[in-house]
C-alpha cells in the first residue's frame, strides 16, 4: 500500500453522503411539498384559516428543510444504505447549526419585511429567479468539491429556473413553479442514481468479521 | 524521522485513523469497504489502534445482525494531528 492521500479520502467522506442519490430523492420530495403548500395557500380564501396558514408555513419549511430532512435521510439510509456498504455518523459541528438557524431568521425576517413595507410585491417576483440563482451556484460548488457531476444537472436547472421564472412572467406563481421543477429534477436524478446504488450494492453481503 | 509516530506511519492504519477524523464513528462494513483491507487485516489493525489508545470499538446489535462501531478518540484525534504536522515539516 502506497501512501494514502489524505486529503483526497477527506472528500470521499464527504461524497459518501450523497452516493446513494437518497438526500437529493428526500429534498426533491420536500421541495414538491413546499410547491404543493403554495397552491393550497394560494387558494385558500381571506379569512382566518389563510392566515394561520401563512404563518405556520413558513415555520415548517425552515422546520423541514433543515432538522426534519437530516432526521428523515439517515431513517431511510439505516435501512437502505447502511446495511449494504457501512454505517457512518458525521461530526456535527454546533457552527454549521448555529449558521443554518441565523440564515433561517435573516431569510423569514428579510421577506417578512419586504411584505409588511410595500415594496415587497415588485421585489418578491424576483426572489424566485434570486433563489435559483444562488442554489445553481451552491450546488455547482458542490459538484465540483465533492467530484459528483451528477449535482451539476440540477445545478443547470436552477440556473434555468432562474432565468425561465421572469421570462415567463409567473409573478406570484414564481416560487410554486420553482420548487415544484426543481423538486421534481432533483427527485428524479435522485431516483435514478438510488436505482443503480441498489443494483451495485446488493444487500445480502456479509456485515462483519 | 524520529518524530513520526511509528504507529501512524503503517499506510493501513493511516488509511483507517484518516476515515475516522471526519466522523463521529464507523462500523466495520464501511471501513472494510473504504480501506480496501481485508477482513483480517483490517481487524488486526484496528486492535493495533484500540491497544494504543487511539480508537474505541463498540461490539453491539443492530436487530439481529452484529455491528462493531468504531471511534476514534481525543488520543487518536491528536495523534493524527500531530502525524500530519510532523510529515508537513518534514516534506517542507
Redesign the interface.
Known amino acids: ?4 492521500d ?1 486529503k483526497a ?2 472528500k ?3 461524497r459518501y453522503w450523497n452516493e446513494d442519490g437518497l438526500p437529493e430523492l428526500v429534498v426533491g420530495a420536500l421541495w414538491i411539498f413546499y410547491a404543493g403548500s403554495l397552491l393550497v395557500g394560494t387558494g385558500l380564501r381571506p379569512g382566518l384559516i389563510r392566515t394561520a396558514f401563512w404563518i405556520v408555513m413558513p415555520l415548517v419549511y425552515v422546520v423541514g428543510g433543515f432538522y426534519v430532512i437530516q432526521w428523515g435521510i439517515k431513517r431511510i439510509k439505516e435501512r437502505v444504505t ?2 449494504r ?8 459541528s454546533r457552527s454549521a447549526w448555529a449558521v443554518g438557524i441565523v440564515v433561517s431568521v435573516l431569510a423569514l425576517a428579510g421577506i417578512t419585511i419586504l411584505l409588511f413595507t410595500g415594496k415587497g410585491i415588485g421585489t418578491m417576483n424576483l426572489l424566485p429567479s434570486i433563489c435559483s440563482l444562488l442554489l445553481a451556484a451552491g450546488v455547482a460548488f458542490l459538484a465540483i468539491k465533492q467530484k459528483t457531476p451528477r449535482l451539476l444537472i440540477l445545478s443547470g436547472a436552477a440556473l434555468v429556473s432562474a432565468i425561465g421564472v421572469p421570462l415567463l412572467h409567473l409573478g406570484e406563481n414564481g416560487f410554486l413553479w420553482m420548487w415544484l421543477w426543481l423538486g421534481t429534477v432533483s427527485a428524479v436524478t435522485g431516483a435514478f442514481r438510488l436505482r443503480s446504488f441498489l443494483r451495485e450494492h446488493p444487500r445480502n ?1 456479509e ?3 | 524521522m524520529t518524530d513520526l509516530d511509528r504507529l501512524l506511519h503503517e ?2 492504519r ?2 483507517i485513523v ?2 475516522l ?14 480501506s480496501s483491507l481485508t ?2 487485516n ?2 488486526s489493525h484496528l486492535s493495533r489502534l484500540e491497544e494504543a489508545g487511539y480508537i474505541e470499538i463498540e461490539k453491539t446489535f443492530r436487530g439481529k ?5 468504531v471511534r476514534l478518540t481525543k488520543t487518536g484525534r491528536a495523534a493524527l494531528r500531530d502525524y ?1 504536522k510532523a510529515i508537513n515539516s518534514l516534506l517542507a
Open positions: 500500500m502506497v501512501t494514502p489524505l479520502l477527506a470521499h467522506q464527504a447502511y446495511p456498504t457501512g454505517y457512518v455518523n458525521y461530526l456535527t453481503q456485515r462483519e468479521a | 499506510p493501513a493511516l488509511v484518516a476515515l477524523s471526519g466522523l463521529k464513528e464507523a462500523d466495520f462494513l464501511y471501513l472494510l469497504r473504504e477482513k483480517g483490517l481487524s445482525i452484529p455491528l462493531t462501531l500530519k
